[in-house]
């Protein structure tokens, strides 16, 4: 069933400057949102400057859509800029979904000779940005007690990074590992869902990491979240039986295949490395600054 159905409009913009100026290059950009059980795309449309010489859409492995593109002219700048319109809305959630305890779900999800593996488990396996280690066990033992349901020990994991880290822009990069992050008690919105994702598979669970955008405008009435001028990411969590539950340790906020009808996916992987805005490979610019900046708002 859905409800609060809202349009919004997202504007991205990435922009370069490099010194010296860049030769020839190669991008891959996830930058166009792709359908999902709480949204639907309604437009979408991107500029590059300067024009590539060479530009084709696809689908990655996770079914997100991605594009490429390859500059050969010489430039001291480059601009990407997207703007979407799309419809969000939140389901209702089963009382059943995530019931089951997790040790269940952690053997449902391990391997077992002869048997065909659930699709779900490529998301329980480590990954360049998760790690599994024991601190991320001792980390989230409060939560997960024995024959604890799966969505009530998530959540208290949520509620437990929400509470106990701190959001600090200043306090890590886009490299900083999870394992150092959690040392530190602080990082930003994409080190949350890192920590909370090497938590749940350093206990054999399926979880996934989602890159997307919130409300720079919250309703009225309610609070502005954490994260609403930059891109975002959260945690979605198997449940079994084909069903997601999606977790914001950023806000401490979650619902069934979306925290809330002001998130925006943009997509999904293993973790940032998957699904990073732009990246590429380039021939000069030894320095470089980049900006970004992003405003989602309502048209409705």
């Given at each position: 069933m859905q409800r609060q159905v809202r349009r919004?409009?997202?504007?991205?913009?990435?922009?370069?400057i490099y010194t010296p100026a860049v030769t020839t290059s190669w991008h891959r950009a996830h930058l166009a949102l792709s359908e999902s059980p709480c949204q639907r795309v309604l437009s979408h449309l991107k500029t590059i400057n300067p024009q590539p010489v060479f530009e084709e859409e696809d689908t990655d492995t996770f079914g997100n859509r991605s594009w490429r593109f390859h500059q050969e002219r010489a430039h001291g700048e480059l601009l990407v800029r997207t703007v979407s319109e799309l419809e969000t809305w939140c389901l209702s959630s089963d009382a059943s979904i995530g019931a089951l305890d997790w040790e269940t779900m952690t053997a449902m999800l391990s391997y077992t000779r002869g048997s065909a593996a659930l699709p779900e488990s490529l998301f329980a396996y480590p990954s360049p940005y998760v790690p599994r280690g024991p601190e991320f066990i001792d980390f989230s033992a409060a939560a997960f007690t024995a024959g604890r349901p799966l969505r009530d020990a998530c959540a208290d994991l949520s509620a437990t990074i929400y509470r106990e880290l701190q959001y600090n822009p200043q306090s890590t990069t886009i490299h900083t590992p999870a394992r150092e992050a959690l040392a530190q008690g602080s990082g930003v919105c994409q080190d949350f869902a890192h920590?909370?994702?090497a938590c749940l598979r350093s206990r054999g669970l399926a979880a996934r990491y989602v890159s997307g955008y919130l409300l720079t405008q919250p309703v009225e009435g309610q609070p502005a979240l954490v994260g609403a001028d930059a891109s975002h990411a959260w945690v979605s969590v198997f449940m079994g039986e084909g069903h997601w539950i999606d977790f914001d340790p950023t806000n401490n906020r979650w619902g069934h295949e979306s925290p809330g009808a002001d998130y925006v996916r943009l997509a999904i992987g293993r973790d940032y490395a998957d699904v990073s805005p732009l990246r590429g490979v380039i021939h000069?610019?030894?320095?470089?600054r980049l900006e970004v900046g992003v405003t989602v708002t309502r048209l409705d």
């Open positions: 919004l409009r997202v504007h991205h913009e990435t922009r370069y920590i909370m994702l000069g610019g030894a320095h470089h």
